[in-house]
């Protein structure tokens, strides 16, 4: 039975195939060894960090984060987001020290001996004020990392909440445990005492997507779009996107490894 397309059950079947795909990708067997979860990694954390803007773009939408002060939308959707900034930005890692996961998954790269030099120059460029562009070519990424990246940006500059809130949703949270079941199996096992934090960073994240963030984050889609159709065929169209652009990553790194990507 067919849901209405103007529900979170109804994009949900829109998207599943390309769901499927993603979870089905071929990356997460490539991985043999700690080369090539090192490669992995200095790949993936410009998404982890990309992330991040995705989620403070809906926190800048949604919520008022400029002088003086005023109640702005939706107390319950204000809510949803706060929610999740807390536990994205201020988590706590093993010691429960307070660290976001973009910081937690940098000290997974220092751990295992990936090199975090290219999303430091990132970083570094991006406080000297460069655009997101100029501070990739700074950081001298793979071409498939800089499509990502833009794509993303190109979602948040849409100025179109629920366009953002569908991406982080459904091209983010709903996916990510179940590509991350993946790779957390066996880590542990097959590199002991290499990959403690990082296997904290994984099991964090399906703990936290599955249990809290993803139906906060549905939730949220729900208000945005509310009874609007044209708002939920841009969601289910985003969310598609934001899907493929990941399996050119992902392609992108399986490039990087040596692997044939099979078209």
């Not at 984060?65 to 107390?75: A, D, Q, R, S």
């Not at 751990?111 to 290219?118: I, K």
């Not at 993303?152 to 100025?159: E, M, P, R």
């Not at 009874?227 to 652009?245: H, L």
């Amino acid at each position: 039975m067919s849901a209405s397309p103007n529900s979170i059950e109804g994009l949900q079947q829109k998207l599943a195939p390309a769901r499927q795909q993603l979870v089905d990708h071929g990356i997460y067997h490539a991985l043999t060894s700690l080369d090539d979860l090192r490669t992995f990694m200095q790949h993936h954390v410009f998404a982890v960090w990309d992330f991040m803007s995705l989620l403070k773009a809906l926190q800048r939408e949604l919520t008022c984060v400029t002088l003086p002060w005023v109640p702005k939308g939706n107390p319950a959707t204000r809510r949803l987001i706060n929610d999740i900034v807390l536990e994205e930005e201020t988590d706590v890692d093993p010691e429960g020290r307070s660290s976001s996961h973009f910081e937690l998954y940098l000290r997974s790269m220092q751990e295992c001996g990936a090199d975090t030099e290219p999303v430091e120059r990132l970083l570094v460029a991006l406080a000297e004020g460069k655009t997101v562009a100029e501070a990739l070519h700074a950081a001298q990424v793979p071409t498939s990392v800089r499509e990502f990246v833009l794509s993303t940006f190109a979602i948040i500059d849409s100025g179109k909440p629920h366009a953002v809130a569908a991406a982080f949703t459904f091209g983010r949270e709903d996916v990510i445990p179940d590509m991350f079941r993946h790779l957390v199996a066996d880590l542990q096992r097959r590199f002991p005492g290499q990959l403690d934090t990082f296997a904290y960073y994984l099991n964090r994240h399906i703990e936290l997507d599955e249990e809290v963030h993803t139906p906060l984050a549905q939730q949220m889609v729900r208000e945005l779009c509310g009874d609007d159709a044209q708002k939920w065929q841009e969601a289910a169209t985003v969310a598609a996107d934001c899907m493929q652009a990941r399996v050119a990553l992902w392609n992108g790194i399986q490039a990087d490894l040596g692997v044939v990507v099979s078209s």
